[in-house]
Nanobody, 120 residues
């Protein structure tokens, strides 16, 4: 019904930048909220940032001032600009979307994840 596909992960040195993208497709009527989550080895998944359809944003304290979430409603895209990356940002980053389908059902959808590794 709905697919989320992330791209943009990779290996970057500490202090560097990466931009993640997430494309939503399928039988979408409306995207209500989208967000980025991450999971490091041996740790639980944690919220990184979220954005509502109206553009309101929310960030984890650990990324405030370094990461910026943005969206393009017309293209069903959400982005995560990550600056001043630290080794502790290393994780699998996953896109999440709360989507209403054309059939009127609302669900919580996840992408497959993209690896971000911050290392010298």
């Amino acid at each position: 019904q709905v697919q989320l596909v992330e791209s943009g992960g990779g290996l970057v040195q500490p202090g560097g930048s990466l931009r993640l993208s997430c494309a939503a497709s399928g039988r979408i009527f409306r995207i209500n909220d989208m967000g980025w989550y991450r999971q490091a080895p041996g740790k639980e998944r944690e919220l990184v940032a979220t954005i509502t359809s109206g553009g309101s944003t929310n960030y984890a304290d650990s990324v405030k001032g370094r990461f910026t979430i943005s969206g393009d409603n017309a293209k069903n895209m959400v982005y995560l600009q990550m600056n001043s990356l630290k080794p502790e940002d290393t994780a699998v980053y996953s896109c999440n979307g709360k989507v209403t389908t054309v059939w009127g059902t609302t669900g919580n959808y996840w992408g497959q994840g993209t690896q971000v590794t911050v290392s010298s």
